[in-house]
């Protein structure tokens, strides 16, 4: 129930490419949906999130798209950049109670220039 | 937005022995988390820090072994004690501000964490 899957766990892209990564959770309680970037040697950095309420949230060329009925979403990026490479977590939590981050397992993104 | 900064960067220890991350947040947050991540993987929370009171733990981490201090609302320690390689790992503390419309969860650079 707490879970959140995430796929795949590798991802190599063209540059130009789109890079897109799934993820699915089971808990109906989740109520924000952040999606995590993290350089080699680094914390990871917000990227993009989304509340249950919209089906899509786009900041530049980073894209949510948010399922609800089947509990699942994925986050595309458009015109892949090798300065994109690096681990992306999704992650769900509960507003309004603990707070704490479920992370997905992680995918391992690689822009080949 | 909040910049979270931790101290040491990185540590080698001996095994037995016990070490505390310090974890600093440049305004004021609600709520402070610590998580471990081993390399390659994803992260896994420890606990949280609650201010003025003894820490909650998630399964399988005990105060014995992962105390935590939160003074106040911008400053938590982590002490990893009697460590063994099987410590060796990445910590990471994380801070919130609960409600006000910016729920983000912000991150420091971890500790990176080697026990011999």
């Known amino acids: 129930q707490q879970q959140v899957k995430q796929s795949p766990q590798s991802l190599i892209v063209q540059k130009g490419g789109i890079s897109i990564i799934n993820c699915a959770y089971e808990?109906?309680?989740?109520?924000?949906f952040p999606w995590y970037q993290q350089f080699p040697g680094k914390g990871p950095a917000l990227l993009i999130a989304i509340r249950p309420d919209v089906s899509e949230k786009k900041e530049g060329r980073f894209t949510i798209s948010f399922n609800k009925s089947a509990k699942q979403f994925s986050l595309h990026i458009m015109d892949s950049q090798p300065g994109d490479s690096a681990t992306y977590f999704c992650?769900?939590?509960?507003?309004?109670?603990?707070?704490?981050?479920?992370f997905g397992s992680g995918t391992r993104l690689l822009v080949r220039p | 937005s909040a910049v979270i900064s931790q101290k040491p960067s990185r540590d080698i220890c001996q095994r037995g022995t016990s070490l505390t991350i310090q974890c600093q947040v440049d305004s004021q947050v609600t709520m402070m988390f610590w998580y471990r991540q081993q390399p390659g993987q994803s992260l896994t929370l420890i606990a949280t820090a609650n201010q003025g009171s003894e820490a909650t733990y998630e399964s399988g981490f005990v105060i014995d072994k992962f105390p935590i201090s939160r003074p106040n609302l911008t400053f938590s320690t982590l002490t990893v004690s009697n460590m063994s390689p099987e410590d060796s790992s990445i910590y990471l503390c994380?801070?919130?501000?609960?409600?006000?419309?910016?729920?983000?969860?912000?991150f420091g650079p971890g500790t990176r964490l080697l026990v011999l």
């Open positions: 808990n109906t309680a989740f109520d924000y």
């Open positions: 992650a769900a939590f509960r507003r309004g109670s603990s707070y704490k981050l479920i």
């Open positions: 994380s801070g919130t501000s609960r409600g006000g419309g910016d729920e983000t969860q912000y």
